[in-house]
Antibody
Framework: EVQLLESGGGLVQPGGSLRLSCAAS????????MSWVRQAPGKGLQWVSV????????HYADSVKGRFTISRDNSKNTVYLEMNSLRAEDTAVYYC????????????????WGQGTLVTVSS | QSVLTQPPSVSGAPGQRVTISCTGS?????????VHWYQQLPGTAPKLLIF???NRPSGVPDRFSGSKSGTSASLAITGLQAEDEADYYC???????????FGGGTKLTVL
């Protein structure tokens, strides 16, 4: 059974930093690209970033480029999202998602999602 | 403003059929990129409902079906049940933005 467990969310001041983690199990982690998708309170889904399964290809949404960094540790079956220079508009539930399809342009979709971790950016 | 346009809400009585549209453009759906659909029950994470325009993952009832034509796609739900009440999102890829894109979501109410 595929399981994705996010952690690391919390309250942070504007301009601050936070690192999210997503521990995966139930599939061959290194074979699949992993992604982060966020959902602001009462709003829709917004893709944030994706890391390829093989190699080290990454893609970011324009809204987080230069501020967020995605990484993964295949030995720990874990994907991370380092978030810097946080803004109020980054407040959201952040979901970790396993990709079903992924290509080198960054096109991908998701077959499993974690339960999410809430990030609140406020003074 | 979402790149993919969905109606904010749809509704139907138990047993009826409803459809949810997802309208894109020549840089996403119209460019041939696949459309995927996700169901988000209240207070839970999204769940894959349809992938590759028309395909259902195992475990998804055949009451759910997807289609795609031109720059649009649709999700149809037949034999509506109370448990179908949820938010539904379409997703594709936009080559102009070089980004995965989602529709704004549609809230389905079962009357």
């Amino acid at each position: 059974e595929v399981q994705l467990l996010e952690s690391g969310g919390g309250l942070v001041q504007p301009g601050g930093s936070l690192r999210l983690s997503c521990a995966a199990s139930g599939f061959t982690f290194s074979s699949y690209a992993m992604s982060w998708v966020r959902q602001a309170p009462g709003k829709g889904l917004q893709w944030v970033s994706v890391f390829s399964g093989s190699g080290s290809s990454t893609h970011y949404a324009d809204s987080v480029k230069g501020r967020f960094t995605i990484s993964r540790d295949n030995s720990k079956n874990t994907v991370y999202l380092e978030m810097n220079s946080l803004r109020a508009e980054d407040t959201a539930v952040y979901y970790c998602a396993k990709t079903y399809y992924y290509d080198s342009s960054g096109n991908h979709n998701y077959d499993y999602w974690g339960q999410g971790t809430l990030v609140t950016v406020s003074s | 403003q979402s790149v993919l346009t969905q109606p904010p809400s749809v509704s139907g009585a138990p047993g009826q059929r409803v459809t949810i549209s997802c309208t894109g453009s020549s840089s996403n759906i119209g460019a041939g990129y696949d459309v995927h659909w996700y169901q988000q029950l209240p207070g839970t994470a999204p769940k894959l409902l349809i992938f590759g325009n028309t395909n259902r993952p195992s475990g998804v009832p055949d009451r759910f079906s997807g289609s795609k034509s031109g720059t649009s796609a649709s999700l149809a739900i037949t034999g509506l049940q109370a448990e179908d009440e949820a938010d539904y999102y379409c997703q594709s890829y936009d080559s102009g933005l070089s980004s995965v894109v989602f529709g704004g979501g549609t809230k389905l109410t079962v009357l």
